[in-house]
């Protein structure tokens, strides 16, 4: 059995700017806007966030520069390594060259480090001295938790109520770390009371966790929010793994044709193919980008191009993108980082214009390409990561039928050390799939602002 092929990169190759996809976009993205339908100015956005990821939110400079402090704290897991499969090209029996680029290794054990410690600088040089945020599965509350720490700073985490139950030791991390975890929909908002009026054993979702978290930070002058994917200061945080990746590539004197990534928010997905998109947009040898979201929870795929709110609620500006109605109610997968209602408007626009493609994958082919994925490589992948090694394994058995060689690469975007229950729960027989019923998607839809209806 060949063995697997790391290519490595030392520490001097982490980037030291982050890339702006803005810049390479062919339209300017949509504005953002405030319940009168109008533009909204980004001073609107102070009193949430910090000046610096508010002047990245809007610029479209091509390159932002990173900050030397957070540049040395990604050396301590950065660069990731890129990663030949050759043992589970074998056992697929395929032609294809499979890789992957492992983000695991971070110390919150995902990508979502990438942006929490620059969140956390940034605040932290502006005088705040609380955070608070939302987080599904788990990852981007840990990331903040340690982020926070590192900085002095503290965190308060309102997890999904269903990923609060179903991950107990992502609970236990977070709070080594020194942070404070509520499930959520939870009694210390407004939006978490009224969620629990109406609905009692309301599972929760991301949306309404990132409302109840804005209403807290919007109320106290020490606290900010921290907001672990949508936004394109997140997604511009995330370009390192793509950045590297395009260096690893060429040292391996190979390029893909196919990237793939898990795609709730966008920052997974962001993080790896735009720094391609850049490539493909000079010209390059064409790279298709896929976004792999579930089929319970399609925004791409089955939503509607239009301005949302980015919580349940209403307290967020509203966003061009697809969406599912932002009181969409996504059912209780162990894939609770893609239990999002909207995608990423700057991913949004991408594949509104083609120029990114979009596909969905149902709850137990995940699991089952996890367990084939780590029988052949021996990671065990989060169930976020399992949707996009779905995709690659597909299109490796498509190669496998036509014979044909494509260069095909992924993006693990964390382990699954502490989704071990889930795993239980498939091999038990206890998982399910959910195929979202079409009218419950149209009665969402129906729902959204008014003020879209002009724009």
Not at 179 to 199: D, K, M, N, Q
Not at 442 to 454: F, K, M, N, S, Y
Request: aromatic share 10%; glycine share 10%.
């Amino acid at each position: 059995m060949p063995q697997t092929t790391r290519i490595l990169l030392p520490e001097s190759a982490i980037p030291t700017h982050w890339y702006n996809v803005v810049a390479d976009m062919p339209n300017p993205p949509e504005p953002v806007l405030g319940a009168d339908g109008k533009a909204l100015s980004p001073d609107a956005l102070s009193a949430i966030f910090p000046d610096a990821l508010i002047e990245q939110e809007v610029s479209r400079e091509r390159w932002i520069p990173i900050p030397q402090e957070v540049r040395e704290l990604y050396q301590l897991w950065r660069p990731t390594a890129l990663v030949r499969a050759h043992r589970l090209e074998a056992a697929l029996g395929t032609p294809a060259r499979i890789y992957y680029k492992y983000e695991g290794a971070s110390p919150a054990g995902s990508h979502k480090l990438n942006s929490a410690l620059p969140q956390a600088y940034y605040n932290k040089r502006e005088g705040i001295t609380r955070l608070t945020t939302e987080t599904g599965a788990g990852q981007w509350g840990s990331s903040l938790s340690f982020a926070g720490g590192v900085f002095g700073i503290d965190v308060r985490v309102y997890m999904v109520r269903v990923s609060y139950q179903q991950k107990p030791f992502r609970r236990s991390m977070m709070q080594t770390w020194g942070a404070e975890v509520l499930a959520s929909p939870s009694e210390l908002t407004a939006s978490g009371r009224a969620a629990l009026a109406a609905h009692p054993d309301s599972p929760g979702s991301l949306g309404l966790a990132i409302a109840e978290a804005v209403e807290e930070a919007a109320g106290r002058a020490d606290t900010n929010y921290a907001l672990g994917s949508v936004l394109n200061h997140v997604l511009l945080h995330q370009t390192v793994i793509g950045l590297e990746a395009k260096q690893q590539f060429e040292i391996a004197g190979d390029w893909p044709d196919m990237i793939f990534a898990p795609c709730g928010g966008g920052s997974n997905f962001g993080g790896i193919a735009f720094p391609f998109l850049a490539d493909n947009a000079a010209g390059k040898k064409p790279v298709r980008l896929v976004a792999v979201e579930p089929t319970s929870c399609p925004s791409l795929t089955r939503g509607h191009y239009a301005y949302d709110f980015g919580d349940a609620v209403g307290l967020t500006p509203l966003m061009k993108q697809y969406t599912l109605g932002h009181d969409f109610m996504p059912p209780g997968i162990h894939a609770g980082g893609l239990r999002h209602h909207g995608a990423s408007s700057l991913v949004s626009q991408l594949y509104h214009e083609g120029l990114v493609e979009a596909v969905s994958v149902p709850q137990l082919a995940t699991f089952e390409a996890g367990i084939t994925f780590a029988r052949s490589e021996g990671i065990i992948p989060a169930p976020e990561s399992c949707h996009a090694i779905r995709a690659c394994i597909d299109e490796a058995l498509r190669c496998k039928q036509s014979g044909e060689a494509k260069t095909l690469f992924f993006n693990l975007s964390g382990h699954g050390h502490f989704d071990m229950a889930s795993y239980d729960r498939y091999f038990a027989g206890e998982l399910e799939d959910f195929d979202y019923p079409a009218e419950a998607i149209r009665d969402a839809l129906a729902r959204l602002p008014r003020v879209a209806e002009g724009v």
